[in-house]
């Protein structure tokens, strides 16, 4: 969301103003309901979002539509008592009313198809019929305010006002960096206690809390981002300190992933500050590699990035550290669809091509190791 010229900054601001007063139009408070057998729970409602997560990823479609399918599904539970039993009916019509909305004709999924491949229990006609009933009770009005799109202008505006932003981050242009706020904002999206708060809120939280991790003066920008959404200061205290914990749980609960290391030399593994792996030179014998068996070592559990050639020194750590933040996000999905924003036709090399490729070629032998498969929570 980059526009050229002195008008970038009064641009960003009337597309803000815009969204906000939509969201006022749109946004109800929501009302925790007890769990019954006629209601559907937070938990069931978090379930079914995660499911829509994962729909997205397999039929290849945008993260905007997943954001929209959830406002829409969000609006249409705050609407009507639903009965869990159709849950997912009302999931994948919302899924299919959100493709519709934003994806590209040749893009949207033919509805047999998402019937059936989706497992979603219900036939082609059902989906149409509860379409029909949603886009009733929400007086066909599907174009809102989604917690993605007030990610995207926050994200430009402090880009435009901070060039430094990113400086501590030289790998990442502005959309890749972008992707890695929306890959945290989706899966902050199936976490039923930050309904709560207004998608800007949420959106405005995420920001915050990463800009206090890349420059000194965050607090001003946030302020300044604060007064121009015209929100409480109070309430997006709250919203980082639940964002800053779900996102922190989320992160210890990764999986371990095998992390091959090729030893065409003499060297041995060592472990420095927050485990990252250091290659030491040895007086142990190491494995001898010739053209007819070669094979890597040993898996090692551990960090799930690759590292080509670290050097010795001490100073090795903190570099790998830092690069270890970038490889670590899976961001492919979402990097594509954002880059338009930036207009980077021509973006730099893709963050996850690190792993399986250019691993430790000597003497014009191809590494044995094989790629990593990457760790998806959604």
Known sequence: MKFPGPLENQRLSFLLEKAISREAQMWKVNVPKMPTNQ?????????????????????????????????????????????????SCIAISCFFLAAKTIEEDERIPVLKVLARDSFCGCSSSEILRMERIILDKLNWDLHTATPLDFLHIFHAIA??????????????????????????????????????????????????????????????????????????????????ELVAHHLSTLQSSLPLNSVYVYRPLKHTLATCDKGVLRLHPSSAPGPDFS?????????????????????????????????RKVEEMEVDDFYDGIKRLYNE????????????????RQEGHASPCPPLQPVSVM
Request: hydrophobic share 40%; glycine share 2%.
């Open 345 to 360: 036709d021509n973006a730099s090399e893709n963050m996850s091509s690190v792993c399986g490729t250019d691993l430790s």
């Open 159 to 240: 880009v435009s006002t901070r060039p430094q932003l990113l400086f501590s981050l030289p790998k990442l242009s502005p959309s890749q960096h972008l992707a890695v706020l929306t890959k945290q904002l989706l899966h902050c999206m199936a976490f039923n206690q930050l309904l709560q708060f207004k998608g800007s809120m949420l959106a405005l939280a995420m920001v915050s809390l990463e800009m206090e991790k890349l420059i000194p003066d965050w607090l001003s920008l946030t302020i300044e981002l604060l007064q121009k959404a015209q929100m409480d200061s109070s309430q997006l205290i709250h919203c980082r």
């Open 291 to 323: 053209k007819d068996s070669s094979k890597p070592e040993v898996p090692v559990r551990g960090s799930t990035v690759l590292y080509h050639h670290l050097p010795a020194a001490s100073g090795g750590c903190k570099h790998a550290s830092a690069k």
């Open 39 to 87: 209601n559907v729970s937070p938990s069931q409602r978090d379930e079914v979002i995660q499911w829509l997560a994962k729909l997205k990823y397999q039929f290849n479609l945008y993260p905007e539509t997943f954001a929209l399918a959830s406002s829409l599904l969000d609006r249409f539970l705050a609407t009507v008592k639903a009965h869990p039993k159709y849950l």
